[in-house]
């Protein structure tokens, strides 16, 4: 629900930050925080036209920030949809006793009355296009032949293809119509279908589907489907279908029961019976790190048993290596592969598969979106370890050629737009936020003067210099600006007793800050004295800061 807030307009207001307080922040360190900024932006204690109204401004902003932190309703909303979440067209009919799990609940049928307007205007497409490749001539020579192909070029095809795709349209809040279709070839002959299905969610346990059908190789389909939460821990799902051809009606039935486990572990029983009657049983254990999956299955006419794992790493790029054991009548199979993210709406990955008799294929799989491009590519008919070296090596180096010599200098220069594009948009904004910034710093040069004296008295905290925004830190980035700015007022400014805190919410916000490299990675970084010894901290923007720290101390060897 909150990403909905995001769409329409950012704010970034923090008014944890411009307190400097805590999330956690009790009543009581509210009003010491509210108090200290108020002496600071009083306006009648400047006397200078510009200075009061640049006070007045800011006491402003100060108070609208207690006055949301410190009513709990209104915190509530503002700690699950930010500043935005106060402003949502129906709030004004709330009231004003309702409990934060009741003001969730207040917003949420709210914005489903929004997702209901929208409704109409949602689809979810999903697209598959399968190329089938033979390249066995790549490796399957044989002797009689060889002296006729010298000098020639080995013949690869495409011998099948399959286009597929899918769209939902909402009919109400409960009833959804998918049509989908599909389109394939193989060696020459191809035929195609279309379904038409109407699923209606009949309550929070469970949903209904009837299917209709129709396509030139298999004739007319009549199906139907129910899904059902038999206990929160287990559900079944039943399908059972007509088959119209000229060679008469053949039904089939599929039942599936699955349970909990445990947390991350589903077991799974399905029956089928029709064409390709069998038994299957599987245990699927999923977490944040790997996928596992074992099952065995006995049927006509395959019965095999499997066993896959994947490992998750926890990388930004999602990186998944897998392999897999399939045995059965039909033979042996053992597959392994990886995946790897690329963008922010595409994956790709690879799969080799060596088998007796299948032989050693390579499948390449597209992720962009709700789109998949499948590619498997047949490379012999025997177990060659030149083909399955190829296989394996082939596809990692393209990939790293690619990945350095396109899709990284691509990615860059997305992000680069992305944050002009930002900045931008932002700019008038940071525009503000810094003259508000720099009529802060003037507002607080008294009350720093004052804090300097007190501290020099006792040999306390003395901030000599502070700068925020983005560093310049690794010598492969040379080429790149430094942007920073100047906070060492601000940062004085919020010295008491000798003591400085900053909570973990981004500095940008502080009073007498602003965001001088919007979308970049920001740091704060702090010389200070304390009983007359040098200190020095570099801080992350979003990490909590507390000096004097003994740690900070300089070497004065060094």
Not at 268 to 287: A, F, K
């Amino acid at each position: 629900m909150a990403s909905a807030l995001d769409d329409d307009e950012i704010c970034n207001d923090d008014f944890y930050s411009l307190l400097n307080v805590r999330r956690e922040a009790t009543q009581e360190e509210l009003k010491a925080a509210y108090r200290r900024l108020c002496m600071l932006y009083h306006p009648d204690k400047h006397r200078d036209p510009e200075l009061k109204r640049q006070a007045e401004t800011l006491f402003n902003l100060v108070h609208e920030a207690y006055e949301v932190l410190s009513d709990p309703q209104a915190r509530a909303i503002y700690d699950i949809y930010g500043k935005r979440g106060l402003d949502v067209e129906g709030w004004e009919v709330v009231e004003r006793k309702r409990s934060p799990a009741e003001i969730r609940e207040e917003y949420e049928r709210l914005q489903r009355e929004r997702e209901d307007r929208r409704l109409q205007q949602r689809t979810n497409p999903k697209g598959t296009i399968s190329v089938g490749i033979d390249a066995t001539d790549l490796f399957d020579r044989y002797e009689e032949d060889f002296e006729d192909m010298v000098g020639g070029i080995p013949h690869v095809e495409i011998n099948r293809m399959q286009i597929s795709q899918s769209i939902e349209a909402p009919l109400t809040t409960k009833d959804t119509a998918i049509l989908s279709g599909s389109l394939s070839t193989h060696n020459g002959n191809g035929g195609g279908t279309i379904n038409l299905a109407l699923r209606r969610v009949t309550s929070a346990k469970g949903w209904g589907e009837v299917e209709l059908g129709a396509g030139d190789t298999h004739g007319p389909l009549f199906g139907m489907k129910i899904f059902r939460n038999l206990t929160p821990r287990c559900f079944v799902t039943a399908q059972c279908g007509l088959q119209f051809s000229s060679r008469g009606v053949r039904p089939g039935v599929t039942t599936v029961l699955a349970r909990h486990l445990d947390k991350n572990t589903m077991g799974y029983l399905q029956w089928r019976w029709g064409v390709n009657s069998s038994m299957n049983t599987s245990i699927v254990r999923d977490t944040k790190s790997s996928h596992f999956t074992l099952a065995v299955q006995l049927g006509i006419p395959h019965t095999f048993m499997m066993m896959s794992y994947q490992y998750k790493f926890q990388d930004e790029d999602q990186t998944k290596i897998k392999g897999s054991v399939k045995s059965g009548f039909f033979g042996t199979v053992v597959e392994y592969g990886a995946e790897r993210k690329i963008s922010r709406h595409s994956v790709v990955g690879a799969t080799v598969s060596v088998g007796v008799p299948q032989g050693v294929s390579l499948k390449i799989k597209l992720n962009r979106a709700s789109q998949t491009y499948f590619f498997p590519i047949h490379l012999t008919d025997q177990l060659l370890p030149s083909a399955v070296f190829y296989a394996t090596v082939g596809p990692l180096v393209f990939y790293l050629a690619m990945q350095q010599l396109i899709i990284r200098p691509y990615m860059r220069a997305q992000k680069e737009q992305e944050l002009e594009k930002q900045r931008e948009s932002s700019a008038s904004n940071i525009a503000k936020k810094k003259q508000e910034a720099e009529a802060a710093v003037l507002l607080m040069q008294e009350s720093v003067r004052r804090i300097i004296e007190a501290e020099e008295s006792r040999m306390g905290l003395i901030i000599l210099n502070a700068w925020y925004g983005k560093f310049v830190t690794d010598n492969s980035r040379k080429h790149e600006r430094a942007k920073v700015i100047d906070v060492t007022v601000p940062l004085q400014c919020l010295v008491k007793d000798s003591k400085l805190i900053l909570t973990e919410a981004a500095k940008s916000g502080l009073p007498g800050f602003y965001d001088p490299c919007v979308g970049e990675e920001k740091s704060l970084k702090v010389l200070y004295q304390f009983r007359g010894v040098m200190h020095q901290v570099l801080s992350g923007d979003t990490e909590p800061l507390r000096i004097p720290k003994q740690s900070h101390r300089i070497d004065t060897d060094t």
